[in-house]
Structures are given as structure tokens and as C-alpha cells.
């Protein structure tokens, strides 16, 4: 369908960003980048995001290592019995919360046994030894940069010395290569929090991804503390964001990702214009 407005040139949306810059996140500029529609329709339309079984999945697991974490932190015992009660418990409540339309018992079933290989892979993978020295727990860092909304970053996990981690459940190994690449933009957040919310430079940055392959695998992702160029790069590219956000941008970035975007559907029949949270171009 041929849109009969071109959305960079729309004016109609700007003044109004929805909830693009309340603050800025990692998670934010990536979405940003990957496509300023999707951005556009996730965080200005403000059209939420359809529960899905991978996010379901990512959550509990990702819930389930904050828990082993805390336990390591407090210095507590506890045994695999009480992380799968923990598994388990954060299982219900995501469902509770956010209902995923499975298609059947099975497909439910067999994820969250998948979810649990994931947890217990990465723990047989002993990549973190339990009794090493935590520095924080799912830290929340801000930083305020002038020109720029807050910035915000959620941290898994601090290490003792100051090595960041980031968990990730993903559907294949992340390539060696360019992992760092792919992820530039939240390492670079990452850094900056950390240095200005401890007033030191981090030790360096991990990536854990907890793979979903028939095995489960765990590959870790190391990088050193990160250089000024890429902090400052970061910076540069947060004012492009905001620039952008202002300037109405809704380019679409068609590519294969678009067979998974939640917003296929609005996207394909958009026309330009304000888009309603419940979808409908007008
Ligand atoms: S379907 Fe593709 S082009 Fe459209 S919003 Fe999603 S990622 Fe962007």
C-alpha cells in the first residue's frame, strides 16, 4: 500500500512524543535504531507489546538468576530445590500478569521446561563462581546529561572489581565477532552509567547468553572497559535520538526482522498520520 504521507515529513506528531523522552535506555535507542517505526509505534503510539513465548521465557529466566544472585549476594544458603521453587513461582506470576496465547499445553509445557534446561546449563557452565564478591544486584543507574532526558540503565549484575554482565536468552550463539558490534550501544550506556554513578572507569563488560538451542549453551562475551571515542560516540548518538524523536521520524526499516516485529500488521496498513494505541492509522 502506498502511503499517501510521507512520515519523515509529518508534522502532526511532533510536540507530542508519547513516552519517548521521559527518559532514555538502552533498550530505547536499540529500538531506535533497529527501525524508527517500530520505535515510533512501541514508544510514541505507545502501543504495547504483545506478550509473546520468547519474552515470557526471557523474563522468568532472567528473574530466576536475579534470585540466585541476591541469594549469593546475602551470602544465603540455599539448595536447587528452592531456585526451582523460585523458577517456579516467577513462571506463574509472569503468566499472571502478562497471558501468552499459547497454542497448546505442549508448547507451554515444553518452554518452561526448556526455560529451566536454561537456568541449570548456565549454572552447570559455572561461568560465575557462586562465592565470588558481588557488587550490586539488578542496579539501577541514572545519569543526567545536559541537552538530554535522564538517561537510565537497569544492571543484572555488578561483579566484585567492577565487571558488568548482562544476561541474555536468545534463540541462537551470538557470533564471537560481532557481538560487540550488535550490542555497541548498550555497552556504551552501560560504561557511562557506571562511571557516572561510582566515579571509576568499569573493569570491563560481559554478555551471558543463555542459548535456546535442543542443548541449551551458555557463551559468554567478554569486552574490556570501553574507550572514551565509544562513550562519546554514545553521546553523540542519544542527541541524535532526541533530534530525531522531535522531528516526527517514522522511517521504516523493512528487512527479514520484519516477519517478527509485533507490529507487522499496523505497519503494513499505516498511511501516515497519528497512529491510535489500538492500531488504527488516522
Ligand atoms: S514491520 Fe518492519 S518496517 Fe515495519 S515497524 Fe516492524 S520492523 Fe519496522
Same mark, same amino acid.
Given at each position: 500500500m502506498i502511503s499517501?504521507?510521507?512520515?519523515t515529513t509529518d508534522t502532526s506528531a511532533r510536540g507530542n512524543?508519547?513516552? &519517548?523522552l521521559d527518559y532514555i535506555?538502552?533498550?530505547r535507542l536499540s529500538c531506535w535504531q533497529q527501525c524508527r517505526r517500530?520505535?515510533?509505534?512501541r514508544y510514541v503510539a505507545d502501543i504495547p507489546s504483545e506478550p509473546s513465548p520468547a519474552m515470557h521465557l526471557g523474563k522468568v529466566v532472567h528473574a530466576t538468576l536475579q534470585q540466585w544472585n541476591l541469594w549469593r549476594w546475602d551470602r544465603k544458603p540455599y539448595t536447587m530445590n528452592d531456585l526451582h521453587a523460585a523458577f517456579f513461582h516467577s513462571w506463574e506470576k509472569e503468566q &499472571?500478569?502478562?497471558t501468552v496465547p499459547w497454542k497448546s499445553d505442549k508448547?507451554?509445557?515444553d518452554l518452561r521446561d526448556k526455560a529451566w534446561e536454561l537456568v541449570t546449563a548456565y549454572l552447570d557452565a559455572a561461568v560465575i563462581d557462586e562465592s565470588e564478591d558481588i557488587a550490586?544486584?539488578?542496579v539501577r543507574l541514572e545519569a543526567e546529561i545536559e541537552g538530554l532526558p535522564t538517561v537510565i540503565g537497569i544492571v543484572d549484575l555488578v561483579r566484585g572489581g567492577g565487571r558488568i554482565v548482562d544476561f541474555k536468552t536468545a534463540a541462537k550463539s551470538p557470533s564471537q565477532n560481532s557481538a560487540g558490534h550488535v550490542h555497541g550501544t548498550q555497552l556504551g550506556i552501560y560504561a557511562l552509567l557506571y562511571r557516572h554513578c561510582t566515579g571509576t572507569r568499569e573493569l570491563g563488560i560481559e554478555l551471558h547468553h543463555l542459548v535456546k538451542t535442543k542443548v541449551p549453551k551458555v557463551c559468554v562475551s567478554e569486552f574490556g572497559s570501553m574507550?572514551?571515542?565509544e562513550i562519546g560516540n554514545v553521546i553523540a548518538l542519544m542527541h541524535q535520538y532526541v533530534d530525531s524523536v522531535k522531528a516526527g521520524d517514522c522511517t521504516p526499516s523493512p528487512s527479514f526482522m520484519c516477519s517478527g516485529c509485533e507490529y507487522l500488521s499496523q505497519c503494513k496498513s499505516w498511511q501516515g498520520g497519528e497512529v491510535q494505541g489500538n492500531g488504527d492509522a488516522s
Open positions: 499517501t504521507l510521507n512520515p512524543y508519547g513516552r &519517548a535506555s538502552a533498550s517500530k520505535h515510533y509505534f &499472571a500478569e502478562n508448547e507451554h509445557d550490586g544486584v539488578e574507550s572514551d571515542r
